[in-house]
Structure formats: structure tokens, C-alpha cells
């Protein structure tokens, strides 16, 4: 299995970035979505997004950040609106297989995202 990442960069805080994820060599999986790690602090979850297109956001993203997902391309995406310097991270895709899985079990490679004027 395996998760490709892409969109990340650098902006201006007020910005917006789109970041993708697709995953290949699994057919059939319950979720997928972000997690973030920014420097010296741990991995806090972003927002997840079902198969079934239910969505889930943590606050500091909610009002900002859409999560979508195309399950034709196995693409997750995640639309990042009014960055701020805070949101500044390396920005890591997952993967559920089942519903009833308590962590993630498949990771990308994670994309930079910096926010910074």
C-alpha cells in the first residue's frame, strides 16, 4: 500500500494551499485524512474524511480547512483557507482500513507546509 502526497509549500499567512493523496495497492478501505507535525511538538490530527463522505474536523482547522475525497482516483484532498503562521507543519496522509481501527495503518511521507510572511 502505499500513500502519495503533494501540494505542500510555502505561503503568506492569508493564503490557501491544496494538498493531495492518493493511495494505490489496496482495494476497499474505510478512511482517510491528516495529521500534522510541527517542529518539537507531537503529531496532532487535521481532519478525516470517510468513504462514505462523512467528515471530521479538530477546531483549530473548523471554518478553514475542507476535506474532500474522490473515490474514483483514491485521491484524498485537503483545502487549507486562511493560513496562519501556526499552521506551519509537515503535513502527513493516512489511511483506515477498517471502521473499527483505533490508529491509522498506512502513512504517507508527509508534504512541508509553511505559512510564514
Known amino acids: 500500500v502505499q500513500l502519495v502526497e503533494s501540494g505542500g509549500g510555502s505561503v503568506q499567512p492569508g493564503e490557501s494551499l491544496r494538498l493531495s493523496c492518493t493511495v494505490s495497492?489496496?482495494?476497499?478501505?474505510?478512511?482517510m485524512g491528516w495529521y500534522r507535525q510541527a517542529p518539537g511538538k507531537q503529531r496532532d490530527l487535521v481532519a478525516w474524511?470517510?468513504?462514505?463522505?462523512?467528515?471530521n474536523y479538530t477546531d483549530h482547522v473548523k471554518g478553514r480547512f475542507i476535506i474532500s475525497i474522490d473515490n474514483v482516483k483514491d485521491t484524498v484532498y485537503l483545502q487549507m483557507n486562511s493560513l496562519k503562521p501556526e499552521d506551519t507543519a509537515v503535513y502527513y496522509c493516512f489511511l483506515k482500513v477498517l471502521v473499527s481501527d483505533i490508529d491509522p495503518d498506512y502513512w504517507g511521507q508527509g508534504t512541508q507546509v509553511t505559512v510564514s510572511s
Open positions: 474524511i470517510t468513504t462514505l463522505k462523512n467528515t
Open positions: 495497492g489496496i482495494f476497499g478501505f474505510h478512511a
